[in-house]
């Protein structure tokens, strides 16, 4: 297990890597930082020249591939890290320098039990992409099919599991000395979430699982395509999937010269992850413009499932029925929903919460998207959350990524789309399909079924029997950590600082 000791030193030195970076100023400031942090922070900043403009996802990058992901997913919580660092590493590029073909080969050979020349008849020893988990590379099979190859990078798991361990260890001590607004952002949970996400990326048998499920879902939506998988070359740390032309939807001015409509490519995009997000409830929760391309005959094809989201039935109408009523401007039936679902507690007052989200939704309502983004109404949606004790909902956060992400590839396609225009009369339908009368009376005859299969059973644990919220699943559990004192931490510290002044004179004797 590792100890208190290594925990504080891996702190301190991504602490000076974020200090040169400027990404500590704004924690430290925050009145409502706690004091432990703060001091954590100054030692962190000692001998630092610090910039005048912070760059979170410099540093992000310049800490490691493990930091690479933290960035990303908290580039969705401006509550947590604030509105500018959330903007800033909505920025984060996943790209690092490949790892060498020879460790590539190994990795590939040694996944899928077979010489590389008996998988693939070519096999480019340059990737395409190099990202911080994985990097991509184009071959073609034994049978003549034009594949892109997704390769682990070779020590990542061990990589991540390390800084995951850091990370867990860090959010126990800040939720428990960090007073009542840690308690509210829940950070042991958000990383135990986050540690759940990991572990589905670095699996790439179950990215293609992912993806094979997308491919049935889209069916409904012609115009999304998803890549089909090669499960032969399928395995654990190596995945095979088509290879597709196409042209990605970063590239505004291509798209436009080969003659693509980019607006028609814009409601596509929408339509695609509102049908994924609000129909399916599993949606691809990594939505950015190097992850999408235009095919030749029209299509936006997705790739890259290693982050998938995933919210039940009642969740998703909640959603609708959120989006929809902001889109309508019916702010009291958004504040009962909130309070339905339990996301606001019972003791506020279910007027006062529709005031705060009318001064939210008011704003938005008939501008174009480039105006007033979905980012805003989110930013503006977390400004709210202190007010009403609401605590942090994990399982959304892929979602509310998503929909950030969604938003900005829609925009810079169709400068002029207003995503809510587009989504209104998707969202319409699919109410009156999930909420109108027949759907009401098949979902009591159902609910009648299984209550009375369950009534016999339900009388021998009645005493016991407490009904579980729907919207939420089950959260993951939370590691166990020993959580040191006060006291004891600053002996680990100064111990920690002394380890690495002893490294640092010993290396130097040494080279």
């Given amino acids: 297990m590792t100890t208190a000791v290594t925990h504080l030193w891996r702190l301190l030195k991504w602490g000076r890597t974020l200090a040169r970076h400027g990404a500590l100023r704004g924690i430290e400031r925050d009145p409502l930082t706690p004091t432990p942090v703060r001091r954590l922070i100054q030692v962190a900043q000692i001998g630092t020249r610090v910039p005048e403009r912070p760059d979170y996802a410099a540093a992000m990058k310049a800490i490691g591939p493990a930091a690479i992901k933290l960035g990303q997913a908290l580039a969705t919580r401006p509550d947590l890290v604030g509105a500018e660092a959330a903007e800033n590493l909505l920025q984060l590029q996943d790209s690092l320098p490949p790892a060498p073909f020879a460790a590539i080969r190994r990795q590939v050979e040694s996944a899928l039990d077979a010489p590389l020349e008996s998988l693939y008849t070519r ?141 028609q490519l814009a409601a596509t995009l929408v339509r695609g992850f509102l049908r994924q997000a609000v129909v399916d409830g599993f949606f691809h929760a990594d939505l950015h413009q190097g992850n999408l391309f235009a095919l030749r005959d029209g299509r936006i094809a997705a790739i890259d499932f290693g982050i998938m989201g995933r919210i039940n039935r009642q969740a998703r109408m909640w959603l609708a029925e959120i989006l929809y009523g902001l889109i309508t401007g019916n702010y009291r039936r958004v504040a009962e929903i909130h309070f339905e679902a339990q996301y606001v507690p019972s003791h506020h007052n279910v007027d006062e919460f529709a005031t705060a989200l009318r001064a939210v939704g008011e704003p938005m309502r008939g501008l174009p998207v480039k105006s007033i983004s979905v980012g805003r109404m989110l930013e503006g949606l ?97 590691a166990e950590v020993e959580v040191l004192q006060p006291q004891s931490a600053w002996r680990l510290l100064l111990v920690a600082l002394l380890a690495g002044a002893i490294g640092t004179v010993a290396g130097a004797l040494l080279f």
């Fill in 123 to 263: 096999f480019d020893e340059e990737p395409v992409g190099a990202a911080s988990i994985a990097q991509v590379h184009r071959a073609l099979t034994t049978d003549g099919k034009d594949v892109a190859v997704k390769v682990l990078r070779p020590g990542i798991e061990e990589e991540f599991a390390r800084a995951l361990e850091t990370y867990e260890w860090a959010a126990a001590h800040v939720e428990i000395h960090g007073g009542d607004e840690a308690l509210r952002l829940r950070p042991r949970l958000v990383v135990a979430y986050f540690r759940q996400w990991v572990n589905r990326e670095l699996d790439l048998q179950r990215e293609a699982a992912s993806a094979s499920e997308l491919a049935e879902n889209m069916v409904a939506e012609p115009g999304f395509h998803i890549p089909e998988i090669d499960w032969r070359r399928t395995a654990r740390r190596v995945m095979t999937l088509e290879w597709l032309d196409g042209t990605k939807l970063s590239n505004r001015e291509r798209l436009i010269a080969e003659g693509h409509d980019v607006r």
């Fill in 382 to 478: 977390f400004s709210i959350t202190r007010d009403f004790d609401m605590q942090t909902q994990p399982h959304l956060l892929l979602l509310q990524k998503t929909m950030v992400m969604n938003e900005g590839v829609a925009t810079a396609l169709d400068p002029d789309i207003n995503m809510w225009e587009t989504a209104e009369p998707f969202l319409r339908e699919w109410m009156r399909s999930e909420l109108g009368p027949e759907a009401y009376v098949a979902d009591r005859l159902i609910a009648t079924s299984r209550s009375l299969r369950k009534l016999p059973d339900l009388i021998d644990r009645i005493d016991a029997y407490f009904p579980k919220p729907g919207a939420a699943p089950p959260p993951p559990p939370l």
